[in-house]
Nanobody
Framework: QVQLVESGGGLVQPGGSLRLSCAPS????????MGWYRQAPGKQRELVAT?????NTNYADSVKGRFTISRDKNMVYLQMNGLKPEDTAVYYC????????????????WGQGTQVTVSS
């Protein structure tokens, strides 16, 4: 099964920028919508941004104008500018994936998560 590998997280000061990357590793049949989610301690995982294979994008209201999701083939990126302390969370890559051609309905695949900490 495909694994999603994230990179780019780290510690940044308020107002700073980070660029997260996510790439599939392993075998899969098809990948459709990809996106980023985040989860802070004690809170539920929430959508940050998604992008379809056709280029349609969707953003959480809290990140509009600051974050940009982009895609290159089956790789997805999240450019985060103007970071705020409330952006601190574990960021997870997500992909709608068919592991084999015999599985008609895609599943949600998740990365291990990368920590983003915004603090002075």
């Amino acid at each position: 099964q495909v694994q999603l590998v994230e990179s780019g997280g780290g510690l940044v000061q308020p107002g700073g920028s980070l660029r997260l990357s996510c790439a599939p590793s392993g075998s899969f049949f098809s990948i459709y919508t990809m996106g980023w989610y985040r989860q802070a301690p004690g809170k539920q995982r929430e959508l940050v941004a998604t992008t379809t294979s056709g280029g349609n994008t969707n953003y959480a209201d809290s990140v509009k104008g600051r974050f940009t999701i982009s895609r290159d083939k089956n790789m997805v990126y999240l450019q985060m500018n103007g970071l705020k302390p409330e952006d601190t969370a574990v960021y997870y890559c997500n992909a709608q994936v068919r592991d084999t051609m015999l599985v008609v309905i895609p599943r949600d695949a998740w990365g291990q998560g990368t920590q983003v900490t915004v603090s002075s």
